[in-house]
């Protein structure tokens, strides 16, 4: 009944699409030959395209038959040799059509008798000579996609060898209607299984056919004026990148880039309106782009925070280079590198360059490889940046150098003034006190030795402290304990002392009446309270009653006074808290500082450092620091002798004075100078500094024969022809008077700016190394955690409960190990100063004079300064007994302006050192301990070696977690993929699961690439948010690292060299 209306009623009167579609689905079977499944699939084509439908319907359902009907017949007239163009354009119109309307068992009749064959012969021929114009290609294109656009069709195609290779000969960017059918061909096939490895095989086919990049025509086309070319062939490149792989993802839009990419991208990035499906293809590309770019940062700053060493990176490169193509390029460009010539300047300015230039090319701003066919892109001027370079890198390090300089000129100055200021106060302090001998004298420590004169009586100190005067002598000492005495309790603190006994009757025993009894004990020292201790019990002698003992557990101190060690702390200490750990812990081995020795002024005394105390602490402390089994390690080491060079003296010829030794050796001297005597004589009268030098006047005092030899010499002088060379020379020397004092007197003056210049840097550094340390408060505060840590670990051991330790223990906490032997407690520090105080890290920068202090030597400095010292006493004592022995002798007018100047050095020297004596004993009482045992060098020294075992402790930590953090990421990262993959691949089948029986294959994957769903932009959107935050948390621990490791940018980087 339905059909009798449809034929009743005339296709033009049918307006309305649901009474078509209701004539179209009126059977099952009607629908099936249509090539028509749902309602919903009918619905999406247009009015005119139902007409038609309906048209074919009829005309097929009629007994009038035209031309052309059957597959067959279609097949035989495109196989026509005498088909002209314009046959041909009405037999692909017929042909589309008839595909279109037709039954699915029409169009798989037409591809199984060769139909599609003749089509892609057809298109061939279209792209080989001009007897078809372009329409005609379009057309058999078209053709060819309505005949695959099922899932037999679909099968056809990737069982087909050229097919793909035939359609991509059409991509000509030179005729856009032609390409636009051809990638909307082209790309849907992408997305079915295997179809994405089989378009990029037909490309590069193509390609080699053509002598051209691969991509070339698409990059092109893309750069087209029209808006819907662009598109498409945008979606076909975003479907050619949408691979798992991220090497081989990067690989191909590397590789687009270098087809010319890059400035069409530049081009959309700047154009503002886009089409809305232009835009959305786009915004696929660039958010791929960005993902890529973000994991390629992150590779490369992993890289660069597991590879800092020189020789690491290098093995890396060779291991893979090697055996390819490769390694003959960086075999040139490290030859290259050669050949740049030695120069302090010129050398880190080339290699500035060519680490900006490396950077730009390899690490481009957009995450590509650059166009390597477009050589004018990397020409520039060498000179002009070299130039540029050199002369930025020399500002800098002047800059640098010349602010080093003025520090260390303005420090040397500062110590020099209060050294002279010093001197000057203790001059004018001794004339007033001598003139005023009522009236103290305020004198630093130690700041008059300089002069060689003492403090006079009554001198205090300028800053209110001790007095430079000896104090009185100490008082005497108490009566010792009798028999029958009661035990007085100690004085107070401060208080006076007991008168003294009186002396015993001779040939008596104090207090015992029996003769030849031994003398009294001494005196017992002062207690810490500044009492006096009760003496020790006299010794049984001759009859006299023992004494009982000691009551136990230190009763006898309760009852003179005095408590545990606990009770008796000093200045009001507290005892340290006693921790409760549950089995034995590694121990701090440290020598703990003696209650006794603390002052007001030492560290110790304020030290709180309970107050970082937390169960956390313990915890880790006892877990990562408990007692394992030693094992017993066993050193042999191996004697060996050293054989002595036996050496043969050379017989030698007599010589009236001197021996055959002492002559060789001044003949040697006299060859290796190069001058004769009387030269030698005339520069030493005239102290010609520019023909003297020190190594000559060494030479001289070392092998001239002594005032003795010289005085028999003179004897000789007479015969002086007979005697030896040697000798000779010897005599025409030794003819000045004061020979030996002179060359002594010369040499000093010689070398006197040297040893000012040895002298003066190493008290300048030590001087304000001990000024540093003592006023750092980081340091001070990482001192009360090592306290802390300590105490804990020694729980239970004669250790524990220390007030202090000595600084001495600082670098022994390196031979602390972990259970896990893997780290020390200097990690187990570093790590917890970094997570709970990090502004403790960088307490090493407040001791910067720390290294330099460590190699000075006290004594040497001293010694040096006592050696200056007597050949100044020697200068004056030779200016003093000096007579002219010439017109040309010039010694006093040239030395006695340089004794003045040399003697007022010498004192600033001498304050400066006093200065530096002063602050480090200060520093002992500071950190209690011994100057005698303990010198400013291995002080300074264990300093030193703690902050860089400190700073190593502190990079390994911070590798360990990111290697850690590393790991878990890929982890991460491996199970997301996976999920990832899963997703997509779930994705991807629902929209390829395909049959035989499937209609509409290729439209509606044309429509998942136009939507963009087939790009999965929801996991993109989570991979950038998770790349940027690992990235970030990179970014913050390096920027951390970088600061303790002070790395600067290099400002190279800044330079655009494209």
């Not at 309305?16 to 749902?38: H, Q, R, Y």
């Not at 003949?667 to 030493?684: F, H, P, V």
């Not at 090592?786 to 020694?794: D, K, M, P, Q, T």
Request: proline fraction near 6%.
């Amino acid at each position: 009944m339905i059909m009798h209306t449809a034929k009743s009623t005339p296709l033009t009167l049918m307006t309305d699409e649901p009474e078509i579609c209701s004539l179209l689905l009126v059977s099952g079977s009607t629908a099936e030959d249509m090539n028509i499944k749902s309602e919903e699939s009918l619905l999406t084509k247009t009015i005119q395209e139902k007409r038609m439908m309906l048209s074919m319907r009829e005309t097929t359902g009629t007994t009038v038959r035209g031309k052309l009907e059957t597959p067959f017949e279609f097949i035989q007239c495109l196989r026509n040799e005498h088909l002209n163009s314009d046959k041909l354009l009405k037999h692909c119109e017929s042909l589309r059509i008839a595909l279109t309307s037709n039954p699915l068992s029409w169009v798989k009749e037409f591809i199984d008798k060769g139909g599609t064959d003749e089509i892609l012969a057809l298109v061939r021929k279209c792209q080989q000579n001009k007897k078809f114009n372009e329409k005609n290609e379009i057309d058999l294109i078209r053709c060819f996609r309505a005949a695959i656009n099922n899932g037999y069709g679909t099968k056809y195609v990737r069982g087909h060898s050229t097919a793909l290779q035939t359609i991509c000969g059409s991509l000509r960017p030179d005729r856009p209607s032609l390409m636009l059918e051809a990638v909307r061909l082209i790309a849907p096939f992408c997305i079915i299984e295997g179809g994405q490895s089989a378009v990029l095989n037909a490309l590069t086919l193509t390609a080699e056919q053509q002598g051209t990049e691969r991509f070339r025509a698409i990059v092109e086309g893309l750069d087209s004026d029209q808006d819907a070319l662009r598109k498409h062939c945008l979606q076909m490149v975003n479907v050619l990148l949408d691979v798992e792989d991220y090497d081989f993802r990067v690989h191909l839009r590397n590789e687009f880039m270098r087809c010319g990419m890059l400035s069409v991208y530049e081009k959309l990035i700047k154009e503002e309106h886009l089409s809305v499906d232009l835009g959305r293809q786009f915004t696929v590309f660039k958010n791929s782009l960005e993902d890529d770019f973000e994991e390629l940062t992150q590779k490369h700053e992993n890289i660069a925070q597991d590879f800092f060493d020189l020789q690491e990176c290098f093995d890396m490169i060779k291991a893979s280079i090697t055996d390819t193509p490769a390694a003959s390029a960086f075999l040139s460009i490290l030859q290259h590198l050669l050949l740049i010539r030695d120069d302090a300047q010129i050398r880190p300015a080339y290699y500035k360059l060519v680490d900006g230039c490396v950077a730009q090319i390899v690490l481009h701003r957009n995450g590509v490889d650059p166009d390597f066919g477009y050589t004018q892109k990397f020409q520039m001027n060498v000179d002009e940046l070299i130039e540029r370079v050199k002369g930025h890198s020399s500002g800098e390090d002047i800059n640098i150098e010349a602010l080093q300089n003025r520090l260390e000129e303005a420090l040397t100055q500062k110590q020099e003034m209060e050294a002279k200021l010093a001197n000057y106060e203790a001059k004018l302090g001794q004339i007033s006190a001598q003139g005023s001998p009522g009236k103290a004298l305020q004198v630093p420590a130690g700041l008059l030795i300089g002069q060689g004169i003492g403090p006079p009586p009554g001198a205090t100190s300028s800053n209110g402290g001790t007095s430079v005067v000896p104090p009185p002598p100490p008082p005497p000492p108490p009566p010792p304990f009798m028999p029958g005495m009661a035990i007085l309790s100690a004085p107070l603190s401060g208080g006076a002392p007991p008168p003294p006994p009186p002396p015993p009757m001779p040939g008596k025993c104090f207090g015992s009446g029996l003769p030849g009894a031994p003398p009294p004990p001494p005196p017992p020292l002062p207690s810490p309270l500044g009492g006096v201790r009760a003496p020790p019990p006299l010794s049984q002698t001759h009859g006299s009653a023992p004494l009982p003992p000691p009551p136990p557990g230190g009763a006898a101190n309760k009852m003179l006074g005095f408590g545990t060690v606990a009770d008796v702390l000093p200045f009001g200490m507290k005892p340290k808290k006693q921790f409760e750990i549950s089995g034995t812990l590694k121990r701090a081995n440290w020598k703990k500082v003696n209650p006794r020795q603390v002052t007001q002024k030492a560290f110790w005394l304020h030290v709180d450092e309970e107050k970082f105390v937390t169960d956390a602490l313990l915890e880790e402390l006892t877990s990562k620091f408990a007692t394992v089994p030693a094992k017993k390690e066993i050193n042999r080491k191996d004697d060996g002798t050293n054989g002595a060079a036996v050496g043969s003296k050379k017989n030698s010829k007599e010589l009236k004075v001197i021996d055959a030794k002492a002559a060789q050796n001044l003949m040697i001297m006299q060859g290796s100078l190069k001058m004769s005597a009387e030269d030698i004589k005339t520069c030493l009268l005239e102290v010609d500094e520019s023909r003297l030098h020190d190594s000559m006047i060494q030479q001289l005092i070392k092998y001239m024969p002594t005032q003795d030899a010289l005085s028999k010499l003179a004897n000789l002088k007479e015969d002086s022809s007979e005697l030896h060379d040697a000798e000779q020379f010897a005599l025409s020397l030794g003819s000045m008077k004061r020979l030996h004092p002179r060359l002594n007197s010369i040499s000093f003056k010689l070398r006197f700016q040297e040893m000012v210049s040895d002298i003066k840097p190493m008290v300048v550094g030590a001087t304000e190394a001990c000024e540093e340390i003592q006023s750092s408060k980081k340091f001070a505060k990482l001192l009360e955690i090592v306290l802390l840590c300590g105490n804990i670990l020694n729980t239970g051991t004669r250790n524990a409960q220390s007030i202090g330790f000595d600084i001495s223990f600082l670098p022994s906490m390196a031979n602390t190990k972990t259970v896990d032997q893997k780290s020390t407690l200097v990690h187990f520090l570093a790590d917890y100063i970094e997570k709970h105080h990090p502004e403790v890290l960088g307490f090493g920068d407040e001791l910067s004079y720390a290294e330099r202090a460590s190699k000075v030597n006290v004594e040497q400095v001293d010694k040096n300064l006592n050696m200056m010292k007597r050949s100044l006493e020697d200068l004056k004592t030779d200016l003093k007994n000096f007579r002219p022995q010439g017109e040309r002798d010039y010694f006093e007018k040239i030395m006695q302006p340089f004794y003045e100047r040399a003697q007022q050095t010498y004192d600033v020297l001498r304050g400066m050192h006093a200065k530096m004596v002063q602050l480090f004993e200060s520093l002992a009482e500071y950190y209690v301990f011994d100057v005698k045992k303990y010198t400013l060098e291995e002080f300074f020294t264990d300093i030193t070696n703690f902050k860089k075992q400190f700073d190593v402790a502190f990079t390994e930590n911070i590798k360990l977690r990111e290697l850690e953090e590393k790991r878990r990421v890929e982890k991460e990262k491996r199970e997301k993929a996976e999920r990832d993959k899963k997703e997509r691949a779930q994705k991807r089948q629902r929209l390829t699961d395909i049959d035989g029986d499937q209609e509409g294959v290729m439209d509606n994957l044309l429509e998942a690439l136009n939507s963009g769903a087939v790009f999965c932009s929801n996991n993109n959107k989570l991979r950038r948010k998770n790349n940027r935050s690992a990235n970030s948390a990179i970014n913050t621990r390096l920027m951390r690292t970088r600061s303790r490791n002070a790395i600067a940018m290099d400002p190279m980087r800044a330079i655009d060299i494209s």
